[in-house]
DNA sequence: ATTATCTGGAGAAATTTTCTCCGGACCTGT
DNA sequence: ACAGGTCCGGAGAAAATTTCTCCAGATAAT
């Protein structure tokens, strides 16, 4: 969670942890309900109660930011560490399924028009993951692994819709392998040629598979 | 908007036009704004005023179950279509595409675990579509035009990821934009090998376009 | 052990959303 | 063109949801 602490003097340790659980628990919430979704609600899957929220981010503007420098910055350190391998489009590749996992693909645009990402603050952490990850791209463009017409956006926004929950009667788990398998389709996508096809990972679903989910979910409800 | 009239005697023009309107609208902001988005808005959206939409839509339930009816309806019909092409395979892009323009691969799964599919309406609406579409499948399965791991639900959820709009800076045009763009990337995913790989369209975002978009976003809240 | 720091939940206040009522406008028939 | 029934829109009361504060008690650090 890093350790964006903003107090001068060290945090006490339940405080400290506290935070680090409600930021968690935001970017959950805010990848499945949106910008707009009631803080009460984070602070009960924290594990806290609402006025620790309220004391830590005194406004809902505050917990906005915070999570997304939280995301911003723990992408870059991924965007750096896929930038070193030797291959660049493994290294691409890595770095998808990797800030899959984080969810910060998915939180970073729900909360994006609610916050300026102007200051100071901000545009560094933006840049330190843009840089390695446009540096991956154009190193995949020279050694002919990646398509030439897929551009830093399509990376960028390909991983977003990956990132994605799919509302619906999934069950969490489902979903995220969902996410990884789709990934991996789409990975395949980017290549130019057929030379490094590689298999696709997870479980498949059927239309049966589909159907009885869809079925259980309605039962659950009935 | 098919002509699924309820009513038995035949609809005054105008209440007709009013119907077909707050559906449409309904789509469009359930899909933005989720199952719960406030009814007013649709019919703001529609040109309609809120007595207009609860005098055809006695609740919010009803309200879904038409729209998911009409989903159901409209994509049965593309993926008839489809089939009707000779190459299995062009079948399954053209559908693809169609239903991403139609939006219905957003609204359904937006709206499924709010509402029953289990009557016998829903149960034939819904064969009505998935079994052209996985008679496609199978056929391009067959033709050797398909990856083999490629399954029904593959399909079917990539085209939901591919349907619902990026929240943030972006213009309903350049998210429509980029929505068939990304599928033309998913569709390269889905080929066996290079043979027929396609050009893919639309206006490509380079990291510059991007960090112009979200800044022209803030300055016009600012 | 002491003390400064941190916690949780109850509940008042503010905001948002739902849903009804009815005067008046607008189609459709003749 | 007119009569008759059908349909429309907006105001606003009622209900539901969400925000945000206060403070007695618990906890960490020295």
Redesign the interface.
Known sequence: MADAVEGLRPMRADARNNRDRLLAAAREVFVE??ATAPLDEIARRAGTGIATLYRRFPDRQSLMRAVVMDALLQTADEARAAAEESDPFAGLVRYMHRVLDLRTAAVI??L??QI???DEQMIQA?TAG?QPL?DMIDAAHRAGSL?R??????I???I???S?P????FPREVNDS?GH??LD??????RP??AH?A??GGP????G???EM??A??RK??
């Open positions: 309900k949106g645009p729900a994006m028009d300026s990402l102007e933006r843009t446009q398509r017409d897929v551009t830093f956006g399509d960028g926004l390909l977003v819709r990956m994605r799919i509302p619906g009667p969902l398998r789709h389709i789409v990975v395949n996508g980017l040629d057929a096809r298999k696709i498949a679903l059927s239309l598979d589909l159907q869809s079925h979910e309605t409800r009935g």
